[in-house]
């Protein structure tokens, strides 16, 4: 966590194309953009952090052109609808400056791309309940694998679709790592407990890692777990998908265990392995437990109770 704590505040933790601290205030200036009533000024608390970030992550050139075209998106439309206080005309003058050249964009430059929009221009979506609830049916963990290569074109697509994952301020502190090298994958899932007796026909693995340095404060050390297990969940579905079967293993907090495997991945100390997923193609002729699953009945209770 302090190793995270020191990378947070260099900024560096996400190899140079990405800044948690812009993520989140960007995210917070979204949400003031869409708030009801929308407040003549808002934001004024964390603006000038937010428009040096921004410069800072634009100098490095090695930052993210999306992530850049998001924030500067946002923060054009920002600039636009706020009223004037001392410390928002500042924050204007040092980004138009410092990050935009030395005017504000004429009307027709502005990038409008990934401001927000209103919730009537969401993408719409074909799939039912129904569809949806067969490739949840569908996805069974799936021990057993044929001897086929699995493309790391694939996967990426399976992660591109984990990417859309809900995240704590939009923040997603995680990565994956991919090993479509079959030895190379019995050799990472062998560090884990749970893979004995069929982790040597894995034919890939992706290791999901959390990254401490999205955070200033240890209280939001757990966010890592839930936001890089959302999103594994959906990288679980979409390979489903994609024709692929997936099986989740478990990352215990066993010194041994994490020094194997950090030594193999070569990880700093300000990541932590949230979990493995075998991937592959199932197969078809090998068992799948029934896993039998709890209904609403007994997941649900009703507050006030009824
Ligand atoms: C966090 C987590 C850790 C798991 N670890 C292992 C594991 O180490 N070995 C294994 O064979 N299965 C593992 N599983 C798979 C579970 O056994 C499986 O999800 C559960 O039995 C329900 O079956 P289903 O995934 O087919 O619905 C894990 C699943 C989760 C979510």
């Known amino acids: ?32 953009l869409i708030m009801k009533p929308r407040r003549p000024v808002f934001a004024e608390g964390f603006i000038l952090e937010t428009v040096h970030a921004f410069n800072r992550a634009r100098s490095t050139g090695t930052h993210s052109d999306e992530e850049l075209t998001w924030a500067g998106d946002v923060l054009d439309e920002y600039f636009e609808v ?39 221009e969401s993408p719409a979506s074909a ?25 790391a074109e694939l996967l990426r697509s399976a992660v591109d679709a984990a990417a859309q994952a809900p995240s704590a301020c939009n923040r997603q502190p995680f990565r994956f790592i991919v090993t479509t090298e079959p030895a190379s994958a019995s ?28 955070y200033p404060l240890e209280r939001d050390r757990h966010l890592i777990y839930i936001d890089a297990a959302l999103a594994s969940m959906q990288l679980m579905l979409a390979a489903e998908t994609l024709g692929l079967a ?32 075998a991937i592959g193609y199932g197969d078809p002729a ?10 609403s009945d007994m997941l649900v209770d009703e507050f006030p109770p009824k």
């Open 1 to 32: 966590m302090l190793e995270g704590r020191i990378r947070y505040y260099e900024n560096s933790g996400h190899g140079g194309r990405s800044s948690p601290l812009l993520r989140r205030n960007t995210h917070r200036v979204e949400k003031g």
């Open 82 to 120: 706020v009223s004037d206080t001392p410390v928002i005309r500042q924050a204007r003058n040092v980004y138009y400056t410092g990050a935009r050249g030395d005017a504000v964009p004429a009307e027709g430059e502005r990038r409008t791309k990934s401001k927000p929009y209103p919730r009537s």
């Open 127 to 151: 799939i039912s309940f129904e569809d949806l609830f067969g490739l949840f049916v569908r996805r069974r963990s799936v021990r057993w694998y044929l001897d086929k290569t699995v493309s």
């Open 187 to 214: 050799r990472i899932a062998q560090c884990a407990g749970g893979t004995a007796g069929f982790s040597h026909q894995f034919p890939a693995i992706v290791v999901v890692v959390g990254n401490l340095s999205a």
């Open 246 to 277: 997936t099986c989740p293993i478990n990352w215990p907090d066993v010194d041994e265990a994490e020094k194997r495997i950090r030594k193999i991945l070569k990880l700093p100390l300000h990541e932590r392995v949230i979990m493995l997923i």
């Open 286 to 295: 090998s068992g799948v437990p029934y896993s039998q699953k709890k209904r």
